[in-house]
């Protein structure tokens, strides 16, 4: 089997076997990639993760990429990248297009406003986990409260309100400096 | 010309949703009020079946949104603009990996950004809430839930399948 080939196996089967993303991928992305092929250590993982937090996209693409690029550069990072996002757009369109037509049914329906209420308690909940990680000091509860203020009273778009927070922390690098 | 603005949206929240899943859900917020490809409504069901189908929580959420307003190529296309911008973006940094992660600037634009995010979600989460949630029943309802989310740690899944349970259960 060709290294290419075994790379699109590996992150097909994280993206095919893991539920949420993120964190919940770590044990899937160990066995296969540390354990199984030792194609990265423990600390590299470790790395990848921290520095994923610390970019822009999805935390598991980012992972998946950088291994990719370590195996195999650029060709390597893109078939690591094609291959953990391809169950995704397979199941989701499938299940989206099911869904359509079962709109109209009465019991979907049902089961939807219930889980339409229970997707907001779940947002809500990740919030205040959100929160407590976020907000450690008086500063960042001024940059919560500030934010959340000008959501709620002005039409701000998220990309906006990002640049505004990401701004104060370039004035508080400089002056510090 | 719909695939070129739907990669170009979803490059953009690539590019600004920082910190994984449910991140995209104020991005996604502002589509629903820029564009007519899905409702707000809509966007409260891709999150659960984001959250309850296998892979990432982003990917899946920018697949299900591509779709409702494109087909299977919008679908395609909104994957492909959310995961560029992190190729690239990784591909650069792999060159100077551990003097990024222990970058000051970073650390500081990273530790304004996280309660921004935060309260995005809130709003975002506010607004999901105003056109969920009508009348009293659906409030008791909500508030029940959410104190079994809170108190005991399940994952989503689970929720999600017992959301749709009581919903069924109690027509709601």
């Not at chain 1, 199941?91 to 869904?99: E, F, K, R, V």
């Not at chain 2, 910190?19 to 589509?31: N, Q």
């Not at chain 2, 309802?141 to 994952?155: C, G, I, N």
Request: hydrophobic letters at 55%.
């Amino acid at each position: 089997m060709s290294e290419y080939r075994k790379i699109f196996v590996s992150f097909f089967k994280i993206g095919l076997f893991t539920f949420g993303g993120g964190y919940a991928m770590m044990p899937l992305f160990r066995q296969e990639l540390i354990d199984k092929h030792k194609y990265i250590t423990e600390n590299e993982l470790i790395d990848y993760y921290s520095i994923g937090q610390c970019t822009p996209g999805v935390i598991a693409v980012n992972v998946a990429t950088f291994t990719g690029y370590k195996i195999k550069g650029v060709s390597g990072a893109a078939v690591a990248t094609l291959a953990i996002v391809l169950p995704s757009l397979v199941i989701i369109m499938a299940l989206a297009g099911i869904l359509q037509v079962l709109s109209d049914n009465q019991i979907v329906s049902h089961a939807f406003a219930g889980i339409r209420i229970g997707v907001i308690a779940l947002i809500l909940n990740e919030v205040i986990h959100l929160f407590k990680k976020a907000v450690t000091s008086r500063l960042q509860l001024g940059i919560f409260a500030i934010i959340l203020a000008v959501l709620l009273l002005g039409n701000v778009s998220a990309i906006m309100a990002v640049m505004m927070a990401a701004g104060v922390g370039v004035v508080r690098f400089m002056r510090l400096k | 010309m719909i695939y070129a603005i739907l990669f170009y949206e979803f490059f953009k929240i690539g590019l600004f949703a920082i910190g994984g899943g449910m991140v995209t859900i104020p991005f996604l917020f502002d589509l629903t009020k820029k564009f007519d490809w899905f409702s707000a409504e809509e966007l409260t069901d891709m999150i659960a079946v984001s959250q309850s189908t296998p892979g990432p929580v982003g990917v899946n959420m920018a697949t299900y949104a591509g779709f409702q307003a494109a087909g299977v190529g919008g679908g395609i296309m909104a994957t492909f603009g959310l995961v560029v911008p992190s190729v690239i973006i990784v591909i650069m940094v792999s060159k100077l990996l551990r003097c990024c992660a222990e970058n000051r600037l970073l650390g500081e634009v990273m530790a304004a950004i996280r309660p921004a995010v935060a309260a995005l979600i809130l709003q975002a989460g506010f607004e999901l809430f105003k056109l969920s949630v009508k009348d009293y029943y659906a409030g008791a309802f909500a508030a029940a839930f959410f104190a079994l989310v809170y108190f005991y740690k399940k994952s989503p899944i689970f929720y999600i399948i017992l959301a749709a349970v009581l919903g069924i259960i109690f027509k709601l």
